[in-house]
Antibody, heavy 124, light 111 residues
């Protein structure tokens, strides 16, 4: 069974940093591109970042570029999101998601497995 | 303001057919980028319903179908059931923003 388990969320002050983790199991992690998608309270979905299977290629939304960094450790089956210079508008549930293997560029595909999410609250 | 526009809500009686539109522009859907659809039940993570405009993953009932034309896409739910009450989101890619983009979401209510 495919499982994605996020951790690392919590309360942080504006300007602070947080590192999210996503432990993957039940599939060949190193053969899938992965994503982070967030959802502010009561709002819709917003794509945050994508990373290729090897970790060599990364992509970030304009709203987080220069502040967030996606990475992965294929030896431990873990996906990360390093979040710096956090703002109130970054408050959201952050989901880890697996990109479908259907050919084409990874940012174009659907996400076919999702974790339960971890809540990040940025507030003083 | 989402790049992809969806109606905030749609409703229908059990057994009826409802459709959810996803309207984009020439920099996203109109450029030929695929549209995907997700269902988010209350308090849960999203689940993919349709990928690549019209394809259903295994396990998704054939009551759900997707279509795409020009700068828009649609999700149809036939034989509406109480368990279909959820939020639905479309997703594509925008070449002007160089971002993956989602619609604002549509809440489906079964009357």
């Amino acid at each position: 069974e495919v499982q994605l388990l996020e951790s690392g969320g919590g309360l942080v002050q504006p300007g602070g940093s947080l590192r999210l983790s996503c432990a993957a199991s039940g599939f060949a992690f190193s053969t899938y591109a992965m994503s982070w998608v967030r959802q502010a309270p009561g709002k819709g979905l917003e794509w945050v970042s994508d990373i290729s299977e090897s970790g060599r290629n990364t992509y970030h939304a304009g709203s987080v570029k220069g502040r967030f960094t996606i990475s992965r450790d294929n030896s431990k089956n873990i996906l990360f999101l390093q979040m710096n210079s956090l703002r109130a508008e970054d408050t959201a549930v952050y989901y880890c998601a697996r990109d479908m293997i259907v050919g084409g560029h990874i940012v174009l595909v659907a996400r076919d497995a999702w974790g339960q999410g971890t809540l990040v609250t940025v507030s003083s | 303001q989402s790049v992809l526009t969806q109606p905030p809500s749609v409703s229908g009686a059990p057994g009826q057919r409802v459709t959810i539109s996803c309207t984009g522009s020439t920099s996203n859907i109109g450029s030929g980028f695929d549209v995907h659809w997700y269902q988010q039940l209350p308090g849960t993570a999203p689940k993919v319903l349709i990928f690549g405009n019209t394809n259903r993953p295994s396990g998704v009932p054939d009551r759900f179908s997707g279509s795409k034309s020009g700068t828009s896409a649609s999700l149809a739910i036939t034989g509406l059931q109480a368990e279909d009450e959820a939020d639905y989101y479309c997703q594509s890619y925008d070449s002007s923003l160089s971002d993956v983009v989602f619609g604002g979401g549509t809440k489906v209510t079964v009357l």
